[in-house]
């Protein structure tokens, strides 16, 4: 498995802990979209260090919220 994989697994799991009510595939959508745009082909065509960046972002952007509802 390479790093960039590794690293988006990880990310994964701590965005499933962070925002237990999005579904997996919801997910793997939005960090598409997040990465390469809205387009159908987005999904099939990110790379996993794209996902790995589109991931962190959102993870910061749910603990930013999280933290302001605290």
Aim: negative net charge; charged residues 30%; proline residues 4%.
């Amino acid at each position: 498995m390479t790093g960039s994989r590794e690293e988006l697994i990880r990310l994964i799991e701590q965005l499933s802990d962070a925002d237990p009510d999005l579904r997996l595939g919801q997910m793997l959508t939005n960090l598409a979209t997040l990465a390469r745009g809205p387009q159908p082909e987005s999904v099939w065509d990110c790379e996993d260090d794209e996902l790995a960046a589109a991931a962190q972002r959102l993870l910061t952007r749910i603990q930013e919220r999280q933290a302001a509802i605290a």
